[in-house]
């Protein structure tokens, strides 16, 4: 198993490479590239986006679903000592506004539309000087720093776009020049974007060294190795399936590229590829067992599966069925954009009373895991509950931009506390205070509960419901609003709102017509109820809304 603790994505990539050069890579229905490829592309993306003014140190951001392209800006940008911020497929034009802003991508790279939404038609809502100037004069005012789009299907309606084919152009123009790559592993490589617990999502500063050698020991766990197929199911924006992706990258493996989820495509992948590797959402493989297509000779060669259903819920039933049918001993992960994913993984090998829980073992020895109290921050005894802080080589460097926000999640504390993991690998004193619920038993397995406070797991994402709250309180008919998360039985959790509203002519149809266009389709709410007043009760600080009185309330409104 190669591991590259002092290299960055690109270099850790291009040593596969130079290992591998022939062997296949990423294929998707329109590409197949070879490992030899994979870095040609890279390099040459990478020498296109430096004639865009792309230099260390600065942020690219990438709107595009499980593409090659994809891979190949993240290579490129980490060629350049500059960061990818990795664009939610689902957003819509107030999201992209906010992240284009937050972060400070000077360079947007996008795709003409996906899964029905259409980027362009976004984007020249999020910054409209893309339909008035060309691109030698784009300078937008409405998001400053902003320099250049790269589209892979430039319009003529949106001048200032570049085509990606062009840049890519020249950047091969440029080959040969003596352009060579960076080579500091801690500089930041990804900022993934969390909604954590307040109403600003935060960006999440991911180095190489914590992704790359992340990826590497979530495959050496899983017992991936150069002979295996993965499909990519879950969005390549999101922490889960970028470590997925590149677990089978590191490792010299074949990535088959599956722009999103659908569940007969993902069996028609399966099977057209002899895939081995699959991970997912327990309610992807619930569509997919349901699925007309679906025939169990069909995804035989899958021998090795992670399947998360903490969006959802524990379904005893539906783990059973997926076990029994897709032949593999199906395990659950625990992690974080704050922190990667597949942080706790429940070994193949363990009863499945293990691992029919959320979590497991550290999946490497250089990860530690303490509980401690949620007010104290004092570590707790083995067994008991409370909230979960981790320590390693995985943990982000912050939130970018945000201080006060770091300090809060992050502090230093010498080694020697006696957690679970603790070992010479510790990188540091640095703890992250997850704000989850968890538990380690006595064998130093860490074991989920749930949020300590009323974050939102929707589709796989995480939720704050503040941030929906506030998007329905701007609606100017309504007084105030709250939402919570109810059991749902093909998205896992769903939003509700509860409205408060002085005006009689405002309808659920209206709230979700109003959201449509500002938030992501996955925080409208799957319902709207109105009520004249919430259920409160009186603490030190003053009522507070009972939200487990809402929550009952909705929880069995989606029953099938």
Known sequence: MLTWPEETMYEGIAAVARERPDSRAVVSDETAWSYGDLLAESRSLARGLADLGVSDGDVV?????????????????????????????RYRTHELEYMLADSGASVLVT????????????????????????????DPDSVP???????????????????????????????????????????????????????????????????????????EYLGVTEA?????????????????????????????????????????LVDAHDATYLTGLGVMFERMLEHDAFESSRVETVDTGVVGFISKGFDEELFDRIESTFGFPVVQPYGLSEANSQIFVGEPSDPAERRKRVGGPPIHPAIEAKIVDPETREQLPVGEEGELAIRGYLLADGYLGKPEATAE???????????????????????????????IDADGYVYYRSRLDDALRVRGFLVAPREIQTAIEDHPDVRSCEVVGAPHPRHGEVPVAFVVSDAGDVTPEGIERFLESRVA???????????DEFPTTEGPNGEKVQKTVLRERVRDRFEP
């Open 409 to 439: 999640a992050f502090d230093e504390e010498v080694p020697g506390s006696g957690a679970t993991g603790e070992s010479e690998n510790s990188s540091s004193g640095r703890w992250f205070y997850t704000g989850d619920l968890a538990e």
């Open 61 to 89: 951001a990438v709107w595009l679903g499980n593409r090659p392209e994809w891979i190949a800006c993240q290579l490129a940008t980490s060629y350049l000592g500059a960061a990818m911020v990795a664009v939610n497929t």
């Open 228 to 268: 295996d197929v993965g499909v990519a199911t879950l969005p390549f924006c999101g922490i889960w399936g970028y470590n997925t992706l590149f677990s089978v990258l590191a490792t010299g493996g074949t990535l088959v590229a599956q722009t999103h989820f659908d569940p007969g495509e993902t069996i028609r």
């Open 145 to 219: 720093g902003l320099e250049a789009v790269v589209s892979l299907e430039p319009t003529a309606d949106l001048p200032a776009l570049r085509g990606y084919d062009d840049v890519l152009e020249t950047g091969r123009s440029r080959d040969g020049d003596g352009f060579e790559p960076a080579t500091d592993p801690d500089a930041p490589a990804a900022i993934f974007y969390t909604s954590g617990t307040t109403s600003d999502p935060k960006g999440c500063l991911q180095s190489s060294r914590s992704l790359l050698n992340h990826s590497t020991h979530v495959a």
């Open 521 to 531: 389709d996955y925080k409208v709410p799957e319902a709207v109820e109105f009520v």
């Open 111 to 138: 795709e003409r539309a996906l899964l029905g939404r259409d980027y362009h038609e976004m984007l020249s809502t999020a910054v409209p000087e893309t339909e008035a100037q060309s691109p030698d004069e784009f």
